[in-house]
């Protein structure tokens, strides 16, 4: 049986201006604006599209549209390629508890329970009570994943681990391809001006592998401008510094006068994509629920 479609408006926060839209957007007569993954690219654009008070799908019965959970599924610890070793990265499930640990994957043996190494933190171990709940997150492939256990055995012995019990579901959030995450990360920016080199400070409000929106108290150039990023990322407690050469691709100022510029990277180095990648599953695995 096919299921009625409906649509509901769009909410304005769900469209930002360099970023691929997930899903397609009409008018009220549904006629098609704008396929799915097209991208606005000036302010002006974005400003167009929104005085058609447009729509997008949604289907019957309550449900959320696909592209609000695009790639949310529920899958058995055992059927991920999981391999010894493998960072996980764990927070209590207690009210306030913000500090989250990297442990290393022992082992599992399915329905009885998961070994991890015990977290540290300034060196030393941390003392974790039996009966202890965590949310425990981690990525493989394209994929980042959540559960909750909580922790049957704490043991010094033959080493330090923790026996976690075995999760009934894991759940999992399929990576897309150019997946942006929400980011406040410090930059320094360089740019080219005639002969000279000028420099100047930024914040990355969001970043994915194939770019980012890079905001600015000043204008740093006009689309199609080049300008190189200088930035720093934490993966795992590891810090990566990388400069990293984009074009602006859309350029637009916001209410409180900041500029917003919407930056392609290119020509990233193996090592470069690979550390960006990381983060972006880093960042989905942490808000992952």
Same mark, same amino acid.
Request: glycine letters at 6%; charged letters at 25%.
């Given at each position: ?6 649509? /509901? ?21 549904? @006629? ?10 000036? +302010? ?24 609000? &959970?695009?790639?949310? #599924? ?18 209590? +499930?207690?009210? &306030? ?34 009966? &202890? ?9 394209? @994929? ?11 043991? @010094? ?12 579901? /894991? ?9 942006? /995450? ?9 740019? +080219? ?12 409000? @969001? ?10 108290? #000043?204008?740093?150039? %006009? ?21 990293? %050469? ?6 637009? #100022? ?15 180095? %193996? ?8 983060? /972006?599953? &880093? ?7």
């Amino acid at each position: 049986m096919t299921k009625k479609i409906s649509y /509901v408006p769009v909410d304005t926060s769900d469209i930002e201006v360099g970023t691929p839209l997930a899903w397609a957007v009409y008018d009220s007569k549904r @006629n098609l604006l704008l396929q799915a993954g097209g991208v606005l690219e000036t +302010q002006a654009q974005l400003d167009a599209l929104l005085e058609k008070k447009p729509y997008r799908e949604q289907r019957d019965a309550g449900e959320r549209e696909v592209a609000e &959970q695009p790639a949310e #599924r529920i899958v058995p610890l055992d059927e991920i390629k999981l391999s010894i070793g493998d960072p996980f990265q764990i927070q209590a +499930q207690i009210e &306030q508890a913000e500090s989250r640990y990297y442990v290393k994957l022992i082992g599992y043996l399915k329905g009885k329970g998961v070994l991890v190494t015990v977290p540290e933190a300034d060196g030393r171990l941390c003392f974790v009570r039996e009966g &202890q709940a965590f949310v425990v997150r981690f990525f493989a492939g394209r @994929n980042a994943y959540a559960f909750t256990a909580n922790v049957l055995k704490s043991s @010094n012995i033959p080493f330090p681990h923790l026996h976690l019990s075995y999760p009934s579901q /894991v759940r999992g959030l399929v990576v897309r391809a150019g997946e942006r /995450v929400p980011a406040r990360i410090i930059c320094a920016i360089a740019m +080219q001006d005639d002969t000279r080199t000028i420099t100047a400070t930024g914040l990355l409000t @969001n970043i994915s592998v194939s770019g980012a929106m890079l905001s600015s108290t #000043r204008k740093l150039g %006009d689309k199609g401008d080049l300008v190189s990023v200088k930035f720093r990322v934490e993966i795992r407690e590891i810090e990566f510094l990388t400069a990293i %050469d984009a074009t602006i691709r859309s350029v637009f #100022r916001d209410e409180s006068g900041e500029f917003l510029h919407g930056i392609q990277f290119a020509g990233l180095p %193996d090592d470069v994509a690979i550390a960006l990648t990381a983060f /972006v599953y &880093q960042k989905l695995a942490e808000s992952s629920r």
